[in-house]
């Protein structure tokens, strides 16, 4: 765990230089971002990977900030909806778990991630049926593990 840890420490550290390459407008070339800062108008990109290394850190209230500002760059990544409803569900947030997955879903129809994280909320917010619905349809577009847990949630 604790390599992990560093490695994503390493990576978070890179992510706010890049950030800061945004904020005073340029980027090194060597920069794994550099195409993404120079010159871009939309830095969803640095900010939503940013959010999900916060996320995985456990940094969940400063993931979510991150996730609105990449929302804010663009409001059509539904990776990044996806990455804030795991964060905000962290937070015990479920009902703002539940509006992003479907936000994402509604972006991305195809996102097997997404239909199994609302069908963990709506089961969670006393929606069974819905829950077991989505967590179905997650098991069919391929997600891992999604069908197990239908089994277990839903039977048969």
């Not at 390493?10 to 794994?32: E, N, T």
């Not at 905000?88 to 947030?93: G, P």
């Not at 997404?114 to 829950?131: E, F, H, I, S």
Request: glycine share 10%.
């Amino acid at each position: 765990i604790e390599r992990e840890t560093g490695a994503l420490d390493a990576a978070l550290r890179d992510l706010d230089s890049s950030v800061s390459c945004i904020v005073h407008g340029s980027a090194y070339l060597d920069s794994p971002y550099y195409g993404v800062v120079n010159g871009a108008t939309d830095h969803s990109e640095v900010y939503g990977n940013r959010a999900e290394v916060l996320r995985l850190l456990g940094r969940f209230s400063e993931a979510i900030v991150e996730c609105n500002r990449a929302l804010a760059e663009n409001s059509k990544r539904a990776d990044v909806y996806l990455s804030r409803s795991l964060a905000r569900a962290s937070l015990h947030d479920v009902r703002g778990a539940l509006a992003d997955c479907s936000t994402a879903i509604s972006l991305d129809p195809g996102s097997g991630a997404a239909y199994y994280q609302r069908g963990v909320m709506r089961v969670q917010l006393n929606d069974p049926a819905g829950g077991c619905d989505d967590l179905r349809r997650s098991g069919r577009l391929g997600y891992p593990g999604a069908d197990s847990v239908a089994r277990h949630l839903c039977g048969g």
